[in-house]
């Protein structure tokens, strides 16, 4: 459950783990009625601190980008039930959501299920619940309202979410931040607003657009941008029970079940989009399976692995034994640790690093760009440069008995995903199947390669400033914390927000 959290003073870069971090002030975003996104700053500067060199600190001016969310026309054309997703840099995807009869740029998560909105929002209605999601460094809070919706041309007339009044602990007002909202898009029974009514009041917002025609199959699908890529479009795209012209073929994918967390483990654990990797399902730079057992119970003597999907999340989380086959044998690699962190293998800029994911018998290449994050974004494209390798060790914090990896943006922009519901539609549709999940490839090798070497060596492509995001949906103060999002201050001082 993440969403891009830049409301400190500096920001490091890391899911539990990744030692860099950016001094700023957060974007703020703003979808204009010609379709195009512009993102500010206020100061317009980005300072970005290299935790692990304490002496390396550099300024840059961060300038207004434009993302045209026309562009989406290119790569596959909007329909009634889809909608486009812009993105800030790789680091988080937005989408238009009208709530109360007004526009509110929000952040999508597969990892949460519940909506809240930190605004004053126009026609609502109170309720008798109010919610608490608890951070470590502060609780986003308020009142459940319910309020007119729309949404990739559906109309809600009362959608149940949380009015946040009262963030404490933060440095800054998350309402002068830039993100006024986040939409949940996990499995509903992890929400907590619905937990607080258990009636069809609190429904998330996908089970109540579901319920506007129950004879539609009750899925999604997102396919989300790569910045920064010669060869990637600049908008995305998210449907809701249709496909995507042209990536229509991902229907024709093994359908992969959700593995559901049994009552006893729900208790100490959310449900989330999570499914099993084939045996021996993760390949390295050198072509073979990378060795790796679970620590899952119920996965444990068949060489597969638990992995989370989770659209809010852009460092991938993965076993120890991974990071180190991808990063440990590159030259000048070390594996640094920062406290309070974890570790994180610092590695050359210019060394093209691959990685396969093996999902129902398909191979997913993951680019060399999602692999490895530039550490100063005014000297990226050098091949002097320092990267980090952006798939970390799982620290203890991250860790869970019930999964091994957490896949997000850095895998999913290399996957077009099919999220179905099916009984996670909660009686709402005659959908009732078991959930599942499909996965189609959407990265060419050779293709990849050559934005590599164009963009890393040839020095000919404007790299993402390395401030790869996790801002996360909060937690619910009994469930355990699975994703992190850590900030760390002039002084090295670590406060991690628990997702």
Known sequence: ?????????????????????????????????????????????????????????????????????????????????SIPVATFQNLQYFVNITVGGQVYTTAIDTGSADMWI???????????????????????????????????????????????????????????????????????????????????????????????????????????????????????????????????????QTKLPVSMLTAQEFTQQQQHWTTLTDANGVIGPNGQAINVMTNVTSAAGTGKLVAVFDSGYSLPQVPKAISDALYSGLPGAQLINVTGAGEIWEVPCTQEVNVTFVFGGQKIFVHPLDVTLPANAS???????????????????????????????????????LLDYGTFSMNTSTDQNDPFIQLLAITNATEAHNDFVNVRINNNGTVPMSKPSTTSAATPSFSPNPVYWSSVLVGLAVTILCL
């Open 1 to 81: 459950m993440i969403f891009w959290q830049q409301n400190v003073l500096v920001d490091v870069i890391l899911d539990s783990g990744l030692a860099l971090s950016v001094r700023h002030h957060r974007p703020f975003a703003a979808i204009l009625a010609d379709d195009t996104m512009y993102f500010f700053t206020s100061p317009p500067y980005v300072v970005i601190l290299l935790v692990a060199m304490a002496s390396a600190t550099n300024a840059l001016r961060l300038p207004i980008e434009a993302v045209p969310l026309g562009h989406l026309a290119r790569r596959a054309a909007p329909t009634n039930s």
């Open 118 to 252: 930190y605004a004053n929002v126009s026609n609502t209605t109170t309720t008798t619940g109010s919610a608490s999601l608890s951070y470590a460094i502060g609780n986003v809070e308020g009142n459940i309202v319910q309020a007119p919706l729309s949404f990739a041309g559906y109309n809600v007339p009362s959608q149940a979410f949380i009015e946040v009044q009262n963030v404490t602990g933060f440095t800054t007002n998350p309402r002068n931040e830039g993100y006024t909202a986040l939409v949940g898009l996990g499995p509903p029974e992890s929400s907590t607003v619905y937990s607080a009514f258990n009636t069809t009041v609190g429904l998330p917002m996908m089970n109540n657009i579901f319920r506007q025609n129950l004879t539609n199959e009750n899925y999604i699908t997102l396919l989300l941008p790569r910045a920064f890529d010669p060869d990637s479009n600049s908008t995305g795209v998210m449907t809701v029970s249709e496909l995507v012209p042209g990536f229509e073929a991902v229907a024709n």
């Open 379 to 417: 000297v990226a494209t050098n091949s002097s440069s320092i990267c980090y390798g952006a798939f970390q060790p799982i620290g203890a914090n991250a860790a869970s008995p019930y999964y091994d990896m957490i896949l997000g943006m850095g895998f999913l922009r290399n996957a077009h995903i």
